[in-house]
């Protein structure tokens, strides 16, 4: 009898071990604000499968798309922090809150190309910037490889042509909420005004805007193409998600789990990869011969002639710290 009970005890603990306990499964919250037919949703679903698999059914992740867990993503960093929300799988161009050393990664044209900024993603100095994020309450995710990195470039999405900055002004251009593109395109003539991604749509046709900065992909797939029929690839900056996790749910996984994210986060990086590239050459195309939209590539030096004097404005006016674009472009 008694060899009988530690039998079972021993199979409801190995079942316990593996997740095969449906009572004890964790449920999590992953949100971001791009719908879920976008390479970023696909890859966040793939992303919660990967755990889910890992982890033997243990812990079950469910992906809100499009805005619903906040249409900002400050909101939703905010939920993260305080545990309300799980991940964040976004990029990273509202951390300058909290570190105004993050405002290099979307400001205009510091990055030489799509190497430059990679090699930048392995340096001590952008480790020491998550470093200093973590402090705050999220953890990220795969550190060892970022390469959720987008395929597309970004540029201008307008409703007439744009080819030199000179044909941004009086142009009235959404922007997200945050500092350093806010102020770039502000500075490059643009009439910038900030509107959460969701609405985005009803302020191109309603007028409220006639631009935006972005890439094809995602303003397809929100049928933004169907009203600005014009993208001017000027290779603005180059994109990366991450999945960021809350600590509070951080701490509440074992060693074993914890490492398991990490894995799945880079998994996932790979199937990002893949379908950005796709969505990337897909996308492009649906959107020029459905909706017309013309693909402008312009000379790129203007645009890079006027961002030297945007550099140095954003350092004398305190918006990036002084010296920090210089040592960004000294990475080789």
């Known amino acids: 009898m008694r060899r ?46 990967r755990i889910k698999a890992l982890s033997n059914g243990a812990i079950d992740v469910q992906v809100f798309h499009a805005g619903e867990l906040g249409k900002s993503m400050p909101a939703q960093l905010e939920n993260v922090v305080s545990g309300a929300q799980d991940f964040l799988i976004d990029t990273f161009d509202y951390f300058k809150a909290w570190d105004p ?3 290099v990664v979307n400001t205009p044209f510091v990055f030489r190309d799509r190497e430059h900024f990679q090699k930048f ?14 402090k ?26 744009v080819f030199v900055p000179d044909d941004l002004k009086g142009m009235k251009m959404r922007m997200f909420q945050a500092e350093a593109p ?13 509107i959460p991604w969701p609405d985005t749509y009803t302020a191109l046709v309603t007028g409220t805007v006639d631009s935006l900065t972005g890439v094809v992909s995602a303003s397809y797939l929100t049928k933004q193409t169907e009203v600005v029929r014009y993208f001017t690839n000027v290779q603005e900056y180059f994109q990366i998600i991450a999945p960021i996790m809350s600590e509070r749910t951080w701490k509440k996984l074992t060693p074993a789990q914890q490492e398991m994210m990490n894995k799945a986060a880079i998994e996932a990086g790979e199937k990002y990869l893949e379908i950005s590239r796709e969505e990337r050459d897909t996308m492009e195309y649906k ?8 693909l402008i590539q312009p000379p790129v030096k203007p645009w890079q002639d006027a961002a030297k004097a945007l550099h140095a404005k ?3 006016e305190g918006v990036l710290p002084k010296g920090l674009i210089a040592q960004v472009q000294a990475i080789q």
């Open 121 to 134: 993603l392995k340096s001590p100095l952008f480790a020491d910037m998550v470093g200093t994020l973590e």
């Open 136 to 161: 705050r309450g999220v953890v990220f995710l795969g550190k060892t490889n970022y390469n959720w990195l987008r395929a597309s470039d970004r540029g201008v999405l307008s409703k007439k042509p």
């Open 314 to 316: 954003f350092e004398a």
């Open 4 to 49: 009988a009970f530690i039998a079972v005890a021993m199979a409801a603990a190995a079942a316990f071990a593996i997740g095969g306990d449906a009572a004890a499964q964790m449920k999590l919250k992953a949100g971001h604000i791009l719908p879920n037919t976008s390479d970023q949703g696909m890859a966040s679903e793939y992303f919660a499968q």
């Open 101 to 103: 050393r993050f405002g």
């Open 287 to 294: 959107a020029r011969v459905e909706h017309g939209v013309s």
């Open 182 to 194: 806010i102020k770039a395109w502000a500075a490059l003539g643009a009439n910038v005004q900030v």
